[in-house]
């Protein structure tokens, strides 16, 4: 196993406050938190709050990270993104593709990011449309003094190994990726930490698999994509074949 940590210049993309849920959800603008924050207690975080003049505000928040794949070659087998949890549990969090930065890392996190995400269809349910990354979280199972483990889909495993870039949006699962105004006045947040955090220890990172090549040559004619077995081991476990490789 490898572990790949994510660019120092992840952070927090964040609505405007809103007096309808909708605005503040599809929020095309946004603001952006310090990128060199340690550590945020909304990571990811919806909000609903009553309003002076009566109704309500919202807002919502999205982080986002990237991580240099291009040095990964061959076929990821595994891989799991690994997020240190910080001060706040009581909201849920889904990781999905997302295409801040530049779309491949090349540019800074900017406010029109926070619907950055692949697949992203305003005033409408993500669930069907993004490109999920690993599963959602849900309330009060996010540890705050441990790693949470997204256990990655086949599309980050494919992103990992065929693209230079890997995006990750991480955002509330019951309210926002599934398009639910908050019901409860309050605040749903679930804290992290950032690659900017002193050290490595609690840093976002996915720790990956690369499957070993194996035997991949013709044998007497026969193509290698045609040999499943060489006396009865697998292709993938034969490295060499007496002695010669």
């Known amino acids: 196993m490898a572990d790949l940590y994510g660019n120092a210049s992840d952070g927090i993309v964040y609505s405007s406050t809103e007096s309808v849920w909708a605005n503040a959800r599809d929020d095309s603008s946004g603001f952006v938190t310090a990128t060199s924050d340690s550590a945020n207690a909304s990571f990811t975080a919806v909000s609903k709050f009553s309003s002076r003049g009566g109704g309500s505000t919202y807002r919502v928040y999205r982080s986002f990270i990237w991580f240099d794949t291009s040095g990964i070659t061959g076929t990821v087998s595994a891989a799991t ?129 690369v499957a070993a090549a194996g035997y991949g040559d013709t044998v007497i004619g026969v193509a290698p994509a045609n040999i499943a077995t060489v006396k009865g081991v697998a292709t993938a476990n034969v490295e060499t074949v007496i002695g010669v490789d």
Do not use: H
Request: charge should be negative; hydrophobic fraction near 30%; glycine fraction near 14%.
């Open 81 to 209: 993104i690994k997020v240190y949890g910080f001060s706040a549990n009581d909201g849920s969090v889904i990781a999905v593709k997302g295409t801040a930065f530049g779309g491949d890392g090349s540019a800074s996190l900017a406010a029109g990011d926070l619907d950055a995400i692949t697949g992203y269809s305003a005033g409408s349910s993500l669930a069907g449309n993004a490109t999920t990354y690993g599963p959602q979280i849900l309330t009060s199972s996010w540890s705050t003094s441990g790693y949470n483990d997204f256990t990655g889909t086949s599309d980050l495993r494919a992103d990992m190994q065929n693209n230079d870039a890997v995006i990750i949006c991480f955002m509330d699962y019951t309210n926002d990726y599934l398009n639910s105004a908050p019901g409860s006045t309050g605040a749903l947040n679930c804290g992290a930490y950032y690659t900017d955090n002193t050290g490595t220890s609690k840093d976002p990172y996915i720790e990956y698999t």
